[in-house]
């Protein structure tokens, strides 16, 4: 594959273009032996790893100062790994692509990086603006249909323009400007979603528990103590019947790929519950008494793991795991009411988990629940306020994502005009533009 077809933009540069490798020296990483215990004690060298992409997915942390792992001297010493000396760029090549950051201290990295330790050519604040500004072609051109990569004749193949290094420098500092008054926007941005959710919750718990009346009842229940005069606190397992399911033998495929959606809780993410990820078959449901399909509209709650409390509702004939309690043929309650119920009192429920490393709630605990309604009439005049309230934030949750696309576009084409000399840095400062 050519540099051409990598990053065509390339060739709109005012400088020429050379090979990566022809001003940096080009490498990559390895893994130590995990069959041999010695290579994995007394671990000391900062090992750069695809569990430490997150720090740079959102492309506001230039320098890698810490690593998730490490790994010992020993099995440095024993395998192909090699410890790169700090200012080396780094490229995730694997899985997540297109990811670069610089090193902030002597570390070695996996084989899912490309290294480039730069020579007295290439600054390396540039090389990495440089990378940026291609991260989104290397996406597109990774191969493999499991894990994409971007296999390593293609890297050494990679160009980048090459102005004088006085010029580099110029272009990093302008980049850099320009690049945190936009982060400072997105940032901005974050925190108007984060605004609107909370206005929401908010919202989903006072319609939930008062209607907003301000005459108010005692409820008894110490982390929910008032509702509406006039409400009804509805015990679940009185007005809903429930259920549960089971995780079919994964060795046997005569169970998958079926008619029926099989949910767990990675389904849950309070929403209708649209597809999944496995379904299951008549011959699962004839084997596995504990499996039985559930019709649309029932509520699926999440009981174990960091999503406990999470909601879903079936869109079609599914079944579920273990992990899932089921709430199905009410009376009196409206099942729509008691989803936006569990999604304004998640925190609470979440307290109520025990359990260390793995939190849990029972099926016992889900159907002790006392949910404040009011009578039907009233619970559907109360959805069609959420309805309406949650449109609204639909609508200005729209604007604020499409500022997010313009401003990561925006800071893409700053990355990418300053490599390639469409912006006079000499001229312009970066927190200006």
Not at 139 to 158: C, F, N, W
Request: charged residues 20%.
């Amino acid at each position: 594959m050519t540099s051409a077809s990598i990053a065509p933009w390339l060739s709109t540069s005012r400088w020429p273009t050379v090979p990566i490798r022809y001003v940096a020296k080009l490498g990559t990483g390895h893994t130590p032996s995990r069959n041999v215990p010695e290579y994995w004690e007394n671990c000391t060298v900062p090992w750069v790893t695809l569990a430490d992409v997150w720090q740079l997915r959102d492309g506001t942390v230039d320098v890698i100062k810490d690593t998730k792992e490490k790994i010992s001297q020993l099995g440095l010493a024993n395998s192909s790994a090699v410890k790169y000396p700090a200012g080396t760029v780094i490229l995730s090549r694997t899985a997540s692509v297109g990811f670069s950051a610089i090193l902030g201290a002597d570390m070695a990295t996996t084989q899912d990086f490309a290294t480039w330790t730069c020579g007295p050519r290439l600054d390396r604040r540039y090389l990495l603006h440089a990378l940026r500004a291609m991260a989104s072609d290397l996406k597109r051109v990774a191969a493999g249909s499991t894990h994409k990569t971007i296999y390593m004749p293609d890297i050494e193949q990679l160009r980048i323009p090459l102005p004088s290094l006085d010029e580099q420098r110029r272009i990093a500092d302008f980049v850099d400007g320009a690049t945190k008054a936009v982060d400072s926007l997105v940032a901005a941005t974050g925190r108007q979603f984060a605004l609107l959710d909370a206005k929401l919750l908010e919202f989903l718990r006072v319609m939930t528990t008062s209607g907003g009346t301000t005459e108010l009842s005692s409820t008894g229940v110490p982390w929910m103590p008032k509702m509406a005069s006039g409400w009804t606190l509805h015990k679940l397992s009185r007005i809903f019947a429930t259920g549960s399911g089971t995780t079919p033998r994964s060795d046997n495929p005569a169970y998958f790929d079926g008619p029926y959606g099989w949910v767990n809780t990675a389904d849950l993410r309070d929403s209708v519950i649209f597809r999944t990820g496995r379904t299951v078959t008549t011959e699962a449901l004839r084997v596995h008494s504990a499996l039985k399909v559930y019709r649309p509209e029932a509520l699926i709650v999440a009981m174990y793991g960091a999503t406990v409390g999470r909601v879903g509702v079936l869109d079609s004939d599914a079944c579920v795991n273990q992990a899932c309690c089921v709430l199905y043929r009410p009376t009196g309650m409206r099942v729509k009411y008691l989803f936006h119920w569990f999604v304004a009192h998640r925190s609470e429920i979440m307290s109520l988990a025990s359990g260390g490393g793995q939190p849990n709630i029972s099926q016992e605990l889900v159907r002790s629940f006392r949910v404040p309604a009011p009578d039907l009439a009233g619970q559907d005049c109360l959805l069609a306020d959420i309805d309406r309230y949650t449109e609204r934030i639909g609508v200005e949750r729209a604007h604020l994502a499409a500022r997010m696309k313009l401003l990561g576009e925006r800071r893409q084409a700053l990355i990418t005009a300053a490599v390639t000399g469409q912006i006079d840095v000499s001229t312009a400062r970066g927190i200006e533009v």
